[in-house]
């Protein structure tokens, strides 16, 4: 990187995989000279020091707590069409984006127009369907589609409970009341934020548009929420029952943190918002190589 320039030669920030991501914690942000310089005092993947960063090779940066940006750090990422997105440790949590927006507008225009026809919609809400259950379902309505998933996911919950050794007595949520839940449908709910979070980065990057769900529709994240369930059975849930089995040997900490940091591990191992931004790609056949977990 940049040898032998401002004697940094051996520093060295790893973007995370080729889509040009990079994570940094518990530092400054700021220019000097031109250069984009970030000041850290460590995090677990960066040791403590200052590094100078080739922003042209990066897509975009998502900022964990402890994080500060300068304005004319603001100013030279949007100057050069660098993202920014705001996110909890490890992406469990999306506060706020600043992408200067994709090169192009192809995925969007695309998804728009598979959103828009009635036929490609239900092709697409199939194809998502069959990535979860690994089998394709019959070219039937939404509301069809939605009830075999329904019934599936029944199953799935209860498998996935007697694997982790949780009691389970089905799903429930109400929104109004979310503590009065037993733990497994509080860890749920905690697993969902953090996996939703990791969708509106992916979401975000890649250029598609939020609004614009297949399988839900009235929410202003409709399609963040499509992407979320495309891990629902592979990563959400084995998160939230893990979560409460390490609540019930250590109730010291609440349950939220036990749920929040085991999805933080385990979105760095599975490189899930990398593998979100390639399903989206090859959604609207707009993909560029990448394999999957």
Not at 155 to 168: F, N
């Amino acid at each position: 990187m940049l040898k032998g320039r401002l004697g940094l030669e051996t520093a060295r920030i790893p973007q995370v995989d080729r889509h040009g991501l990079m994570w940094l914690g518990r530092g400054n942000l700021t220019v000097d000279y031109g250069t984009l310089r970030f000041t850290t005092a460590g995090t677990d993947d960066l040791p403590s020091g200052e590094y100078a960063i080739p922003f042209q090779m990066v897509s975009c940066f998502l900022l964990e707590p402890g994080t500060t940006v300068s304005h004319d750090a603001l100013r030279l990422l949007a100057r050069h069409g660098c993202g920014m997105v705001a996110v909890g440790q490890g992406g469990v949590r999306f506060y706020a984006s600043l992408p200067a927006g994709p090169d192009t507008s192809i995925r969007a225009r695309r998804q728009a127009e598979a959103w828009a026809d009635h036929g490609r919609r239900i092709h697409v809400v199939r194809r998502m369907y069959a990535w979860r259950l690994g089998e394709l379902l019959p070219p039937t309505d939404l509301d069809a589609l939605r009830g075999i998933e329904g019934a599936r996911m029944k199953a799935t919950y209860k498998r996935l409970a007697e694997q982790y050794g949780i009691d389970w007595d089905g799903r429930r949520y109400d929104r109004a009341a979310p503590q009065a839940a037993d733990l497994p449908n509080q860890a749920i709910n905690h697993a969902s934020s953090a996996v939703q979070a990791a969708a509106l980065v992916a979401v975000a990057v890649s250029g598609a548009i939020p609004q614009l769900g297949f399988i839900h529709e009235d929410s202003g994240i409709a399609f963040a929420l499509d992407v979320a369930d495309l891990y629902r059975d592979s990563i959400l849930l084995p998160v939230a029952f893990e979560g409460v089995g390490s609540f019930l040997r250590d109730p010291s900490r609440p349950l939220e943190r036990h749920v929040r940091g085991l999805a933080n591990r385990r979105f760095r191992k599975e490189q899930l918002i990398p593998s979100m931004i390639d399903r989206v790609k090859e959604l609207f056949d707009a993909d560029d190589g990448g394999g999957h977990p």
